[in-house]
């Protein structure tokens, strides 16, 4: 004998929804657990298909529509592989529809991919996609990556005074033992006297500068973002049909 139950006044037969959610949709345990066990006596809830009040054999989820409360969104519908072609996903969605219209439901809309045939001999006709609250649909859905934006360079200059060659004293040979040290203001070499010695009457300091880049050229551009994902050409773009039936005269 065929009953729907709420997951969430039969907490025992979540281990049976997490095998045959995971034999459609392959999701760790630990993921699958956390997410179903989020049922409860408000939207969005679980309903579990079970045969002799202890096997579970299909599965479904109910979800809130926006801005219409008298809808109710089903999906996540699923027969476990060993239990199908025995007419159990119409038993899923016809007891699901009974359940809705206890509840005050008028509306059941769902989606898919794939089964528009089989939800049209349930009653099911093409309607626009409507908003809700709390779906799962984009579970299987595959997502793509984001596109990383190159930042703006943007051209530092200095007020260092010292980086400015012109300001730098004039070089005179020495023959004079010199020891480097770097000049953490613009990032150079120079040289000075080991002693305060004379050259010609001065004291004598040289300079040796790696050359900088030439003042008022701008930076070279960023480079250019990554190209799009190219789309396959043998795999057809995936088609989202949504679909809605009323169902305020089932009891």
């Not at 039969?10 to 949709?25: A, F, M, P, R, S």
């Not at 239990?83 to 219209?101: F, I, N």
């Not at 030439?214 to 994902?229: D, H, N, T």
Request: aromatic fraction near 4%; include cysteine; proline fraction near 9%.
């Amino acid at each position: 004998m065929l009953s729907i139950l709420a997951l969430h006044e039969n907490t025992h037969l979540i281990d049976g929804c997490v095998e045959i959610l995971n034999e459609e949709w392959t999701r760790s345990k630990a993921a699958r657990l956390h997410s179903i066990t989020k049922s409860c006596s408000t939207l969005p809830y679980s309903l579990v298909l079970v045969e002799n009040e202890s096997t579970v054999v299909g599965y479904c989820r109910l979800a809130k529509v926006i801005s219409d409360a008298k809808s109710v969104l089903v999906e996540s519908v699923v027969v476990g592989k060993k239990r199908r072609g025995q007419g159990l996903g119409r038993s899923v969605m016809e007891m699901a529809e009974q359940h809705a219209a206890r509840e005050g439901f008028q509306r059941v809309y769902l989606c898919t991919k794939d089964k528009q045939g089989f939800y049209q001999h349930l009653g099911y006709s093409f309607c626009k996609p409507v908003n809700t609250v709390g779906a799962m649909m984009l579970e299987t859905c595959d997502c793509a990556p984001e596109t990383n934006t190159p930042l703006p360079v943007e051209d530092l200059g200095t007020d260092c005074k010292s980086c400015d060659p012109t300001s730098q004293p004039a070089i005179s040979p020495s023959n004079m033992d010199i020891q480097e040290t770097r000049n953490e203001c613009c990032n150079r070499t120079e040289t000075v006297c080991s002693s305060d010695s004379v050259c010609n009457g001065a004291t004598v300091k040289r300079t040796e500068q790696s050359p900088g880049p030439p003042q008022g050229v701008a930076p070279p551009p960023p480079p250019p973002p990554p190209p799009p994902i190219a789309l396959s050409s043998t795999k057809p773009a995936l088609r989202i049909d949504w679909m809605m039936k009323n169902v305020v005269h089932i009891s």
